[in-house]
């Protein structure tokens, strides 16, 4: 009985003890650097794909600015479908209806998506990559945050309506081009997510339209809060009970030795 209880409290014991380097013994030479990071980098990841599933309305309708709400449920009768839409290029995946009159086409088209983040503290980057014929605005979390991001590419200043012409003609290789715009991680939230884009045409009578989206984000770990201990002299950075003790270093930065070690 009395050796159970030893032998249970030794295993308890070696759970408390931190690892140990060189435990069994050996030499570090002189001019060995240790450098202490977390074991897993940061990674890219895409929460939008390209040629991923969007809700769109293209029935040449005013939506105002409610559209772009987080909390706009009314997008549920939207159309769904997979980029790229447009009408007029030949490699649409989902052809974007124009109205009945080719010289007098809608001019706004309308994209919602919804995405999930799970851990956004960890989202360290966020880009938007967007292919857009002929302009667009993107808005991010519209209504969770007073001042959301919003982004225009190749719009006019001002104040924009359905009505709005984008700022000009896209033509040539940006037509296929991906433009690359920052979100501030900081407008990330815990769950659902909205990313919202209107997409305007140059023209009227244009011959083509186009859009698609990505979302890459860089995901890592924040640093957490804490302090760590070493020692030199092979002691325990811990004394039993939880004490530190009092021959041990904050690791502050690499450790350099100076001197052969065992």
């Known amino acids: 009985k009395n050796w159970a209880q030893e032998r249970f409290l030794?295993?308890?014991?070696?759970?408390?003890?931190?690892?140990?380097?060189?435990q069994n013994g050996g030499i570090v030479d002189p001019s060995f650097e240790l450098t202490i990071t977390r074991?897993?980098?940061?990674?890219?990841?895409?929460?939008?794909?390209y040629n991923d599933t969007w809700s769109y309305l293209?029935?040449?309708?005013?939506?105002?600015?409610?559209?772009?709400?987080?909390?706009?449920?009314?997008?549920?009768?939207?159309?769904?479908?997979?980029?790229?839409?447009?009408?007029?290029?030949?490699?649409?995946?989902?052809?974007?209806?124009?109205?009945?009159?080719?010289?007098?086409?809608?001019?706004?088209t309308y994209f919602r998506k919804y995405f999930y983040i799970e851990h956004p503290e960890r989202v360290q980057t966020l880009t938007a990559k967007l292919l857009r014929d002929d302009g667009a605005v993107i808005r991010f979390n519209n209504g969770l945050f007073s001042t959301p991001p919003v982004i225009s590419s190749n719009m006019p200043g001002g104040r924009l309506t359905y009505t709005t012409l984008a700022a000009s003609e896209?033509?040539?290789?940006?037509?296929?081009?991906?433009?690359?715009?920052?979100?501030?991680?900081?407008?990330?939230?815990?769950?659902?997510?909205?990313l919202a884009i209107e997409v305007h045409?140059?023209?009227?009578?244009?011959?083509?339209?186009?859009?698609?989206?990505?979302?890459?984000?860089?995901?890592?770990?924040?640093?957490?809060?804490?302090?760590?201990?070493?020692?030199?002299?092979?002691s325990d950075p811990r004394l039993h009970g939880g004490a530190v003790n009092p021959n041990a270093y904050i690791y502050t930065e690499p450790i350099s030795f100076t001197e052969t070690t065992h």
């Open 170 to 194: 896209v033509e040539g290789e940006d037509e296929n081009t991906y433009f690359s715009y920052s979100i501030d991680p900081a407008f990330v939230v815990e769950g659902e997510n909205i």
């Open 10 to 22: 030794w295993i308890d014991d070696q759970f408390r003890k931190p690892p140990v380097f060189n």
């Open 201 to 234: 045409l140059s023209s009227a009578d244009t011959e083509d339209m186009a859009f698609d989206c990505t979302l890459e984000a860089l995901i890592g770990y924040s640093p957490e809060p804490g302090i760590l201990y070493y020692t030199t002299d092979g």
């Open 39 to 49: 074991a897993e980098p940061p990674y890219m990841y895409n929460f939008i794909d």
């Open 58 to 108: 293209d029935n040449g309708t005013n939506q105002g600015t409610g559209w772009a709400a987080y909390d706009f449920y009314a997008h549920d009768s939207w159309p769904v479908g997979d980029g790229l839409f447009g009408f007029g290029r030949g490699d649409e995946n989902t052809i974007i209806n124009y109205g009945p009159d080719a010289n007098n086409k809608y001019i706004t």
